[in-house]
T-cell receptor
Framework: GAVVSQHPSRVICKSGTSVKIECRSL??????MFWYRQFPKKSLMLMAT?????????EQGVEKDKFLINHASLTLSTLTVTSAHPEDSSFYIC????????????FGPGTRLTVL | QQQVKQSPQSLIVQKGGISIINCAYE??????FPWYQQFPGKGPALLIA?????SEKKEGRFTISFNKSAKQFSLHIMDSQPGDSATYFC?????????????FGSGTRLLVRP
């Protein structure tokens, strides 16, 4: 149990285009999901917290108009990188929190975004 | 106060040896301490987690030791195998924090030599 999927696993796009990344909790409901960005050989950098049915909460320094987050159901959150530029190239990872007495969070496999 | 400090940055262990990774925190409100294992190009996988009401938790070859008074916790990998070579992250969170954010350590790259 506790499987989180991400799609696509890898995407290459041209500068100026928008890219949507999906995060799904496959076997549990997740009221709260998180989006992270990870640079090579670095730790996870939290970008935003996504709550089902409400607006996402963005971390300081993260442009909410550039990184659009939608959490329309208890099993799906999406991250859209709008007008992508080469500096947005990174490894994006989502996690889903399983509702329980513990803060168990399960990560997706990640999406490698390359902007040309 | 929200930081979690992790050490060492990298670790090389011979096959069969014990790998030990340490983390320290300041926020006494933290009450959940998970460890994640990440292979290159993959998302982190939840390995083992502990609550502060116990001092040790063991799952197979993986053990978490927790010292509440010192505000430290560590991951021990017994009989380390080459397949354990990965990056390990400790984390902490507080159920009092309704954001449910995990505060991550900086990571430890473990290499287990055959």
């Amino acid at each position: 149990g506790a499987v989180v999927s991400q799609h696509p696993s890898r995407v290459i796009c041209k500068s100026g285009t928008s890219v949507k990344i999906e995060c799904r909790s496959l076997d549990f409901q997740a009221t709260t999901m998180f989006w992270y960005r990870q640079f090579p050989k670095k730790s996870l950098m939290l970008m935003a917290t996504s709550n089902e049915g409400s607006k996402a909460t963005y971390e300081q320094g993260v442009e909410k108009d550039k990184f659009l987050i939608n959490h329309a159901s208890l099993t799906l959150s999406t991250l859209t990188v709008t007008s992508a530029h080469p500096e947005d190239s990174s490894f994006y990872i989502c996690s889903a929190r399983r509702d329980s007495n513990y803060n168990e969070q399960f990560f997706g496999p990640g999406t490698r975004l390359t902007v040309l | 106060q929200q930081q979690v400090k992790q050490s060492p940055q990298s670790l090389i262990v011979q096959k069969g040896g014990i790998s030990i990774i340490n983390c320290a925190y300041e926020n006494t409100a933290f009450d959940y301490f998970p460890w994640y294992q990440q292979f290159p190009g993959k998302g982190p996988a939840l390995l083992i987690a502990i609550r502060p009401d116990v001092s040790e938790k063991k799952e197979g070859r993986f053990t978490i030791s927790f010292n509440k008074s010192a505000k430290q916790f560590s991951l021990h990998i017994m009989d380390s195998q080459p397949g354990d070579s990965a990056t390990y992250f400790c984390a902490a969170s507080s159920m009092m924090d309704s954001s449910y954010k995990l505060i991550f350590g900086s990571g430890t790259r473990l290499l287990v030599r055959p």
